[in-house]
C-alpha cells in the first residue's frame, strides 16, 4: 500500500483546510485509514480513524471540527478541518492498516495570522 498525502498550508486560526491521502496497491486489503499528527517535541498522536465498515473515531480535541471521510471510487481519503487552532499545527500524516501499518509521507499545516 502506498499513500500520498496532500492539502497542507498555511491558514489564519478559525480556518478551514482539507487534507487528501490518495492510496495505491492493495487498496482491499486495507481495514482501517486514519490521519495522525506530530507537532515539534512532540511524539504522533491520533487525529482521527475510519475502518472498513464506516466507524469513525476522533480524538476528544478535534470532535466537532475535524471530519474524516474517503471516496472509495478515487481511493482517496480526507481529513475535513474546521475552526482551525493554533495548537492544530503539526504535520499530518495518512496511515492504513492491513495486517501492517503504512504510513504516508507528513504533510505540514500551520496555523497562524
Known amino acids: 500500500v502506498q499513500l500520498q498525502a496532500s492539502g497542507g498550508g498555511l491558514v489564519q486560526p478559525g480556518g478551514s483546510l482539507r487534507l487528501s491521502c490518495a492510496a495505491s496497491?492493495?487498496?482491499?486489503?486495507?481495514?482501517?485509514m486514519g490521519w495522525y499528527r506530530q507537532a515539534p517535541g512532540k511524539q504522533r498522536g491520533l487525529v482521527a480513524t475510519?475502518?472498513?465498515?464506516?466507524?469513525?473515531n476522533y480524538a476528544d480535541s478535534v470532535k466537532g471540527r475535524f471530519t474524516i471521510s474517503r471516496d472509495n471510487a478515487k481511493s482517496t481519503l480526507y481529513l475535513q478541518m474546521t475552526s482551525l487552532k493554533p495548537e492544530d499545527a503539526a504535520v499530518y500524516y495518512c496511515?492504513?492498516?492491513?495486517?501492517?501499518?503504512?504510513w504516508g509521507q507528513g504533510t505540514q499545516v500551520t496555523v497562524s495570522s
Open positions: 496497491g492493495s487498496i482491499s486489503s486495507i481495514n482501517i
Open positions: 475510519l475502518t472498513k465498515s464506516g466507524s469513525t
Open positions: 496511515s492504513a492498516i492491513t495486517l501492517r501499518n503504512y
